[in-house]
Nanobody, 122 residues
């Protein structure tokens, strides 16, 4: 079965950068996209970015466009989220997810990582 393991979260100053990683193991033949979501306290889990594993096409939420970059290292079976120019409102638990079709709806993803905390504070 598919398993996702996230890492790379931490505490960073506003304007700083972090890179999150998600290692994918198990059978992935039916999972063609990888997405990143985040959830802040008291809020719903929201879409951040998605990448098509076969072609590398990407799509971003407006709130992170031009600041975050999603990418994949096929040799390492790992997807990344490079986060630059971080703001306090980016503070959340970040989750990676695997699905069949690229979508901003969290219900469209079948497997989820455990989440990694990102805190942006001055």
């Amino acid at each position: 079965q598919v398993q996702l393991v996230e890492s790379g979260g931490g505490l960073v100053q506003p304007g700083g950068s972090l890179r999150l990683s998600c290692v994918v193991t198990g059978a992935t033949v039916d999972y063609h996209v990888m997405g990143w979501f985040r959830q802040a306290p008291g809020k719903e889990r929201e879409f951040v970015a998605v990448i098509k594993r076969s072609g590398g096409g990407t799509y971003y939420a407006d709130s992170v466009k031009d600041r975050f970059t999603i990418s994949e290292d096929n040799a390492k079976n790992t997807v990344y989220l490079q986060m630059n120019s971080l703001k306090p409102e980016d503070t959340a638990v970040y989750y990676c997810a695997a699905g069949r079709v690229a979508t901003v709806n969290k219900s469209g993803y079948n497997y989820w990582g455990q989440g990694t905390q990102v805190t942006v504070s001055s």
